[in-house]
């Protein structure tokens, strides 16, 4: 999308909106969230500022955005995966495990999805309450098949795993500690039969 010309261009408001928040989240990974700016935005995406301005308000209401994109992007993931799983039983943590933890069959997009998410929380305590809301709301509704102290340890460590990566720390045998992991909400449910 080029600026010049744009009164000649067919509008696409969703796509333009969907290519502000790919951007900024982009941005956001690669340069940090100070360097996420309209201007920045807009000459990614190849609009106006103005054109960033119809979409989102504020830099805020654009960073919420992202987050929440980001957010729902990784529900999605875990609900998938909680779908495809025969066992109620530790199904949210296998899912969590999973969405969390990348062995290289996830696609970039979805690590930058969650990178973003992560990012963007532990930088702002407002989207780091609304990641707390979101998490307690899934413990609470999956407390019947997920509400042990083990699984709970597996989730921090799959959180540790996965702020690893990011940071760029080498875990030898990953594959191997997820499978432990995985193993785990198996084991705890064998010792409730």
Known sequence: METKNAHKRKKQPELVRRALLDEAARITLEQGLSKVTFQAVADAVGVTKGGVMHHFATKDALILEVFYDAMAKFEAEVNAAMAKD???????????????????????????????????????RMLRERW??????????????????????????????????????????????????????????????
């Open 86 to 124: 025969p066992v109620r039983y530790g199904s949210f943590t296998r899912a969590y495990i999973d969405a969390t933890i990348s062995l290289g069959e996830k696609g970039q997009a979805e690590f930058n999805s969650q990178a973003t998410l992560y990012v963007l929380m532990l930088g702002d």
């Open 132 to 193: 707390a809301e979101w998490s307690n709301a899934q413990l609470k509704k999956h407390a019947a098949t997920d509400n042990t102290e083990t699984l709970c340890m597996v989730r921090l460590v799959a959180d540790g795993i996965w702020l690893s990566d990011f940071s760029g720390i080498d875990i030898s045998d990953k594959a191997s500690i997820r499978e432990r992991l995985i193993n785990m909400t198996q084991q705890d449910f064998d010792k409730q039969l």
